[in-house]
């Protein structure tokens, strides 16, 4: 089996004598018609998921189980009825669906007609390495918790899309994040959500012997083994690293077992294993990418790595460094110090083990890596990421200001213009969050395949000339299926362990479909405020509960498990969904994820977000609302902040110097949705669409399109950050000052 060097080994590892291989999934059984056979092939490439020819194929042969099993291709075929199978193999209109998807899939494998091989032709054949915690792919593969997962997701979408030749590192958590239970005391109780294998478009990568492709790293004095999962996301690998071995300590092998623990050295070990076993991993695949993107300083011990296999060939530090930094990229996406992994030397020192010896370094130079200076104990991932990367970005404008201004101190305190970060605002992937409606809206005015083939400026022109009844009706369409959905589920969970009455008014049962309906649907942290409205109740009430013009609110979201301040936040809201005095107009929809985050972003009227002031860093789940034609109500913060155009929705303004930013911000909330959100929208007579509401909502769609999504967002990565690092382009300037502590 190919083997990497264990820690402290010299010298780059060497490819395998033969490619790898990957176990092929279990076939369904009975197995499938052999006239339609490929669609096990289908459903173990995520690719399926976002082409509605090809989701339709499974919801053809069975749409109430295709519901059931929450669109998991690979589960669904695994309890399909034989006997649907068998008459769809001989039905004419499905198999000619089926053989046009077909004909799509297999033309994953061609890389000469995309957007990439136009552009960069000469690195088609490299590859760029893309380092992440977590990787919101599916619903069926819950090892993501939020925005950064969903990023890192649409990235490699896209990237299939686009024709990037990225290759995807993450960590395959086999107990999954969390499942979210709210007790009728609003208190948030975490519950396990393992990951089962046989139903995941997961597939082990062995190595040419057969045996299961591992690596090795040293944590804590005791050598652990690293196998690897791979899943196909369109043309794009992702490899996620597992320590669920047999030969493994017991303890060890619980060291991928659940995203995002509370203790910081579990942290740390998790990141040890996804940085250095990472690379020693594409390395033992015979993967040698010509660049490497750390998607924030979670994944930064993979400098380390390379910078000590160069080491061992002879470089010097400097040397070592200034090529290690000239091929990596770092997206850092949080101004909130919570969201940067900080750790003491100690813990440092007791994971890895005298790292630095196989370095051939002291542990002064090692430490200096990740501190500020030689008297601190801290050791800070980001810090760590802003040394050893040479084009660092922040991911919008609004973040660029913020991360110049916290971490120009890592460049000796100079001028906040003369910092090298940089920005690209992430998007998001339109395949994966446009809804059907939408899309088909746009296919009558641009063709079938204007999601791939039609410019952004023309596709925002189109949208400005749809028909307002025809966009109307397919968000009323989208609004009465999120709320189908919503009754739904309470029934299921009424049904299977809800006992409490209670639970289901506040699970969303009383909602009314022609009810102007706001979405807030983010993780439960503190500072996104998602309880901004409960600040004045009795005002609140009275906007809810207005006879002629009501508002109803619809929440979801997680607090980390060990974030308190969060989950009473939550426990606050979901306390008022509770309360007969609202009338049923607020609902908190349990166990947030991406199957749920589809539908209501694209099913509400109106999104919210709250966040302080600067501390969102981009905050997508807006342009996944506007990307259905949902204008957002917002604070000037993360993507708003240069998103807002005074026509695609409404900002609360940024409060003085010297007023309480806290009140300010909760009475122009109150003010806007009193004086224009409601009025505009209710503007209108009963069964007819108000023209106004409709304009903001074209707004909302023709600029997310035109600037908002991941084709936007990669292109301008691979412009500005891809080709130059793969071309030995000049870093930016004041980029070395970085390069402290040698």
Known sequence: MPQSAAAGAPGVPSAPAAPPTIAPPAPPSPPLPERITRLVDLSQNLWWSWQLDARELFHRIDHRLWEATRHNAVEFLRQVDPERLAQRAKDAAFLERYDAVMRRFEELQERGDTWFADQSPELLKRSIAYFSAEFALHRSLPIYSGGLGVLAGDHCKEASDLGVPLVGVGLYYHGGYFDQLIGLDGWQRDSDDPI???VNPVARVNGPDGDPALVSVTIAGREVHIGAWRVMVGRVPVYLLDTDLDRNDPA?????????????????RQEWV????????????GINPEIWHANEGHAAFMHVERLRELLANGLTLPAARNQIRSSSVF?????VAAGHDVFTTEQVEQVTGPFWNAMGITREQFMSLGNSGPNDQRFEMTVLSLRLAGRVN????RHQEESRRIWRWVWDNRPAEQIPIGHVTNG???????????RELLAVALGADWESRTEPDRTAAAVRALDNDRLWAAHESLRYLLLHYIREEARHRWRDYWKEPAKLAAAGTLLSPNVLTLGFARRFATYKRADLLFRDPERLRRLLTDSRRPVQIIFAGKAHPADDPGKRVLQRIFTAAQDPSFEGRIAFLEDYEMHLAQRMVAGVDMWVNLPRVPLEACGTSGMKAALNGVPQLSTLDGWWAEGFTGENGWAIPLSGAEADAEQWDMEHLFRLLEQEVVPKFYDRIPGKVSAAWVQIMKSALAVSVERFTTRQMLQTYVTRYYVPAAAGDALPENSATVAQGD
């Open 196 to 198: 089962d294998p046989a």
């Open 252 to 268: 060890d092998r619980k060291l991928t077992a659940r995203l995002y623990t509370s203790a910081a050295e579990w942290r740390l």
């Open 331 to 335: 997206t850092t996406h949080t101004p």
């Open 394 to 397: 922040g991911v919008s404008a």
């Open 274 to 285: 996804l940085g250095v076993g990472g690379v020693r991993m594409l390395r033992a695949l």
């Open 428 to 438: 998001v992937h339109l395949g994966t969050w446009m809804a059907r409606p939408i």
